[in-house]
């Protein structure tokens, strides 16, 4: 399960987890959202509905990340650190090393979608 984020005009792949969360943001796309910055590590943004949670502390978050905080904040972390926060992982961007540059320093929309062309996904909201 895949999907991909756009932040500007770099276009980044997601490898999903394969979980009740992840399917569950899933369903969710095409989402865009104004991620707003924290920490000078990580972009989290509120969803409006809340997402199945297996929340763990991982020690050590990675450089592409994605995670949900909660039950419907979404954190896309651009650095990699030790944490002792809990989290439940969506997924993880692949070749993350220019996601901090795309990021930038302020808040910034990320446009999340489906990465098959053979999925068209109906958002009915």
Do not use: R, W
């Not at 959202?33 to 809340?50: F, H, I, P, Q, V």
């Not at 926060?85 to 795309?102: C, E, F, P, R, S």
């Amino acid at each position: 399960m895949n999907l991909k984020i756009t932040i500007n005009s770099k276009v980044f792949k997601v490898n999903l987890k394969d979980s009740a969360t992840a399917k569950a943001f899933k369903e969710l796309l095409p989402l865009t959202l104004d991620m707003k910055e924290l920490n000078s590590n990580e972009k989290y943004a509120e969803l409006s509905e809340s997402l199945p949670v297996n929340a763990s502390i991982p020690g050590k978050i990675q450089n592409g990340d994605l995670m949900l905080y909660g039950s419907n904040v979404v954190v896309l972390f651009y650095k990699t650190f030790s944490t002792s926060y809990a989290y439940t992982k969506i997924g993880n961007v692949d070749h993350a090393d220019d996601l901090a540059d795309a990021l930038g320093s302020d808040n910034v929309l990320v446009k999340f979608e489906s990465d098959s062309p053979y999925e068209t996904v109906y958002n009915e909201k």
